[in-house]
């Protein structure tokens, strides 16, 4: 059983930085596209970033230049970098891993929660 644990979220003022981890465990996800979402209240689950078995990275616009998405295969953990943060930045984060074959992701954390205040 695979568990995806994210990490690191917190309250932070606008222009700010933080680093959200998560970390997984039960099956190494080496050869996984490693992603990073975001849900506020009332809206559905975006897309933020991604991040392929071989570190190719793809960005939503939003977050684009301020973002950085990584990953550590040796630890199974993938990271996101958020710096500049804005107050439309605050949602809940979630990370999520996607087999190559896999249309959706196979496998969410429980999600951690980003708050910008201005």
């Known amino acids: 059983q695979v568990q995806l644990v994210e990490s690191g979220g917190r309250l932070v003022q606008a222009g700010g930085s933080l680093r959200l981890s998560c970390a997984a465990s039960?099956?190494?996800?080496?050869?996984?596209?490693l992603c990073w979402f975001r849900q506020d209240p009332g809206n559905q689950r975006d897309l933020v970033a991604t991040?392929?078995?071989?570190?190719?990275?793809n960005y939503a616009d939003s977050v684009k230049g301020r973002f950085t998405i990584s990953r550590d295969n040796a630890k199974n953990i993938v990271y996101l970098q958020m710096n500049s943060l804005k107050v439309e930045d605050s949602a809940v984060y979630y990370c999520a891993a996607r087999a190559f074959w896999s249309s959706s992701p196979n496998y969410w954390g429980q999600g951690t929660q980003v708050t910008v205040s201005s």
């Open positions: 991040i392929t078995k071989n570190c190719v990275t």
């Open positions: 039960g099956r190494a996800l080496n050869n996984y596209i």
